[in-house]
């Protein structure tokens, strides 16, 4: 081969780098591993993690049929690029159109794009989307929001030079309306309100008067939920008048490694398309009139617009979007709305023999997935962790962590996924009187 | 042989759940009827409006596996994208992304639990600023054009604690679109930099249009002609001279690694692509890992959570001081840092500067061997990847997309197209080090035949391709009527 290209060495093929601009040694990086080395060394991964985990806090696990992860080792989606040339991605183009279609109707909105990164980011995507919309520069963000997603957007916004608000949560959980409606009387410039429902503690919000509020300010509503299968039981954000809804798909991608990749979703309807990030597939014809699918309405996107795209996402999470895709499939219609509904009573459940051990939950309204328990303070919290922990069993996580005023509070989250067994232990192990024993 | 699928909701069959959930337990007694009665109003009542088609197993797999046959993927074509480095994606890789102990690890788990995996997070950290010459990593960024934006935020940020605020920043036009989309973000102007007739960044321009209110300049390089930039360190100083950053775009680090550290040559804060030069899967368009590197300076900047170690244990660090803040959700894309932790690790230091070395030769090979018959619009040397345009053809009115297409039905994916820019009728190859002598040669065949075609036949290549289920795609009827959803469909 260097006899064509007619240079004499490798070296010289890279003659064109200044010698001054060459490293000077080998990379100091550690020996390399034969591929036995490798399996030897992540045989502490082969097993599935031994403890029974109420961790949900915006990454729910949920159940995945073998065939999923079957049909994602398929190279043809793992192995392939952007769909940019339609002819040989016409695999990948009709999959994003079925999960484009999927994930809208989800919402109850017209239009999905074929992802973002995780819901955070399409949180903060959606609103700087409401910013140019709008075109005022402050937005109103609720603080019962996943804590993680409103640092994202915090990071994004205030480099964007937008004017946040925040509205709290009063002491049942649930956004303040009062300060809600003040914020909308004294300023006139806002661009959207961004709520989640089921919230961060696991409570469904009154979207529909966000809306109404949001309507009469000339804002957008932004709504979030950072488990799916809430909006198969919940009437739709479309229905509550949402104009930009927003989701994490994680749950559904076949694995929580570690929180990531996830999926974010985004949807709105067709009037706010042309400001909307991200890419979309759309249906059209080849030259000899069949049906076929192809990426468009490219000019708001980086590599058409540049400097003016509304977005300058490129790679999103294709693969994990069709993890979404086929695992929603995978239930059906049916069994995704019995899944919800199994997830419902498993929080009734599991509230039910909290009572029975006398421990007392904080938040009362409707409830998804998470609960929240309080322990009265801190210290009897982390005894709590402590001992769960010595049964196998990882009872949730400290609200304190993420709100610091908040005390003693456990966010716990049960699905499909427990046994009536498991959350009965559970139950116990938080009602267990310590100092009685 | 290749099916014409139709969507996946003409398999509906109501009822046909092929998920159930636990038989097992005893919760049942709290019924449906006493669920309706709780949510009332706040009960989704419009189901009939949810477009999930119920569905059997077999008939759910076959959808998918008849779908994924009408993909070209790197296991069964070559895949020279230019500018996307689509190597292989190694076995072992993807076997340890699926193990069980991964899978479950749950960001929130005690860190003693998390211990294995955070040592992984720590080590990958170290070796993405050990290869681009860096003094610190972080692994948050999902994609390269967040790794943009927060690179971009830590000059920002940089300048600010200087008690300075610029204006405008410095994008080379042979720049990828992510680089001007997220310096508008912030609201720069974007002043572009001509390249000279060898294809480099001309210093002079760079000279011209830095000042005291410009942040600074985005680089990549080698460019997206793959031409290395054999000035950058004299640019460099340019730019820092007048209290500027050099961001790098580290999406053609193919090229270079074992043999340049960019931060060792005036970058201050650089990209990496996780899922091009560490070879994660692109999964049809991520996820992907756009782990950002800084120098000393930048460091303190870089986006949190980060992973560190003391005492003998590993620790996630949340709320860094100087820290842009939070990017995203949780810690970033582990199952993207788990495969490239082990790509490093299989190749070693040997390894990586043997892969960029044949990525070059592979392409140096292939420039040689078509420069014939394609016309090249720089004849500097490249590196890992070459720049051919479609000039010859016009007198056969045959264009870029024309060959591409062609392209198709001799089994190659086309070449990145009309990018970059600066070139009219672009075509840009990346083999990568994949490719084998034979695969090399078959496809400098097929374009080599293809030129004899536009002679020829030209009428087999304007037509292409022919091969597929699909004939070239009306692109301007699916924008003008837009249909986006299979409702939109039924509303036809």
Not at chain 1, 320 to 349: D, E, H, P, Q, V
Not at chain 1, 358 to 383: A, G
Not at chain 2, 227 to 248: D, L, N, T
């Amino acid at each position: 081969m260097l006899d064509t290209i007619g240079k004499s060495s490798i070296e010289e093929l890279f003659s064109s780098i200044p010698s001054s601009y060459r490293t000077s040694a080998p990379l100091e990086l550690p020996l390399k591993l034969s591929e036995l080395d490798i399996k030897k060394r992540l045989q502490v991964f082969l097993n599935h993690s031994e403890y029974t985990n109420f961790l949900g806090a915006g990454a729910c696990e949920h159940f995945s049929p073998s065939w999923i992860s079957d049909q994602l080792l398929r190279s043809e989606w793992y192995t392939s690029y952007t769909p940019y040339q339609a002819e040989a991605s016409q695999g990948t183009l009709q999959a994003i159109f079925e999960f484009q279609s999927v994930v809208s109707s989800l919402f109850g909105k017209e239009v999905a794009n074929a992802s973002m990164y995780d819901g955070a980011t399409a949180l903060t995507e959606a609103l700087l989307m409401a910013v140019r919309v709008k075109k005022k520069s402050t937005v109103v963000v609720v603080k019962s929001i996943h804590p993680e997603y409103q640092e994202t957007i915090e990071t994004y916004l205030k480099a964007a030079e937008i004017n946040t608000i925040y509205v709290n949560f009063n002491d049942q959980g649930l956004f303040d309306q009062q300060q809600l409606k003040e914020i909308l009387k004294e300023r006139k410039n806002i661009s959207a309100i961004a709520v989640q429902s089921p919230n961060f503690f696991g409570l469904t919000e009154d979207i529909d008067l966000i809306a109404k509020k949001a309507r009469n300010n000339d804002a957008l509503t932004i709504a979030c939920t950072t488990d799916m299968s809430s909006t198969i039981l919940f009437k739709s954000f479309g229905d509550s008048g949402v104009d930009i809804a927003v989701g994490e798909g994680l749950g559904f991608t076949g694995g929580m490694n570690l929180g990531g990749p996830g999926v974010g979703l985004f949807a709105c309807d067709k009037t706010l398309v042309r400001q909307m990030p991200g890419r979309l597939v759309g249906m059209t014809t080849d030259a000899n009139n069949k049906p076929g699918f192809v990426l468009t309405l490219s000019t708001r996107e980086q590599h058409i617009r540049r400097e003016r795209a509304t977005s300058n996402i490129c790679t999103n999470h294709n693969l994990t979007a069709l993890a979404f895709l086929m695992t929603i499939c995978a239930y059906g219609r049916t069994g995704f709305s019995k899944l919800a509904r199994t997830n419902f009573k498993k929080t009734l459940y599991f509230r039910e023999e909290l009572k029975k051990n006398q421990v007392p939950v904080k938040f009362l309204s409707t409830h998804y997935n998470e609960t929240v328990v309080d322990l009265k303070n801190e210290n009897i919290l982390n005894k709590k962790l402590e001992q769960a922990l010595e049964q196998k069993i990882i009872a949730g996580i400290s609200l304190k962590k993420f709100y610091p005023h908040l005390d003693g509070l456990l966010l716990i989250a049960t699905t499909e996924l427990h046994s009536d067994t498991q959350i009965k232990k559970l139950a116990q192990i938080l009602g267990d009187n310590h100092e009685s024993r | 042989m290749s099916h014409d699928e139709k969507l996946v909701f003409y398999r509906h069959s109501e009822n046909e759940a092929g998920v159930d959930f636990s038989h097992e337990d005893d919760f049942y007694h709290l019924d449906d009827t006493l669920l309706e009665q709780k949510l009332g109003d706040n009960l989704r009542k419009d189901l009939d409006q949810v477009d999930i088609p119920d569905l059997t197993e077999p008939s759910a797999v076959r959808h998918f596996t008849r779908l994924s046959k009408k993909n070209f993927s790197i296991d069964s074509e070559s895949y020279p994208l230019g500018s996307c480095t689509m190597k292989y994606n190694p076995k072992l890789h993807e076997w340890a992304a699926r193990l069980p102990g991964i899978n479950s690890l749950h960001p929130y788990m005690p860190d003693h639990l998390l211990q294995e995996a955070l040592k992984i997070y720590y080590e990958l950290q170290n070796y993405l600023s050990i290869i681009g010459g860096f003094h610190k990593t972080s692994l948050n960024p999902s994609a390269g054009a967040q790794g943009e934006f927060s690179g971009l935020l830590m000059i920002k940020k940089a300048l600010e604690d200087r008690k300075e605020k610029r204006s405008k920043i410095l994008v080379p036009k042979s720049a990828h679109g992510t680089n001007p989309a997220t310096a508008s973000f912030f609201s720069y102007t974007v002043e572009s930099i001509a390249m000279g007739s060898d294809g480099r960044i001309l210093i002079d321009e760079v000279r011209r249009h830095m000042d005291a209110q410009c942040v600074g300049l985005m680089i990549t390089n080698p460019n997206t002609l793959g031409i290395f930039e054999s000035e950058q360190k004299e640019i460099a100083e340019i730019i820092h001279e007048r209290g500027g950053y050099i961001y790098g775009d580290g999406a053609n680090l193919n090229a270079l690694m074992g043999k340049v550290k960019p931060g060792e040559i005036g970058v201050d804060v650089m990209h990496f692509n996780l899922h091009k030069t560490m070879t994660t899967p692109h999964g049809g368009g991520g996820p992907g890992c756009g782990a950002i590197g800084a120098s000393k300076e930048l460091a303190p900047y870089l986006p949190s959570p980060q992973v560190d170690f003391k005492d003998n244990k590993y620790f996630i660090k949340y709320n860094n001081k100087k820290s842009i803040g939070r990017i995203r959700s949780f810690l970033g894309n582990f199952g993207m840092i788990i495969r490239a932790w082990i790509y490093i690790r299989s190749l070693g230091a040997q390894g990586l500067t043997a892969a960029s070395e044949i990525a070059v030769l592979n392409t140096n090979y292939m420039k040689k061997k078509l420069a014939h018959e394609f016309n090249l619009p720089y004849h500097t040397d490249c590196l890992h990847e070459v720049v051919f345009d479609d000039r010859s053809f016009a007198i056969n009115n045959i264009t870029a997309l024309d060959i591409a297409k062609r392209l198709i039905d001799y089994g190659i994916h086309p070449p990145t197209m009309y990018f970059p820019l600066i070139v009219k009728g672009a075509l840009m190859i990346e083999p990568t080090e994949t490719e084998s002598l034979l695969d090399l040669d078959y496809m400098i065949n097929a374009f080599l035949s293809i030129a004899q075609e536009i002679k020829s036949t030209p009428e087999l290549v304007k037509n292409a391709p022919h091969t597929t289920s699909l004939k070239r795609l009306d692109e301007a009827k699916a924008a003008r009527k837009p249909v986006l959803t299979y409702k939109d469909l039924l509303k036809e």
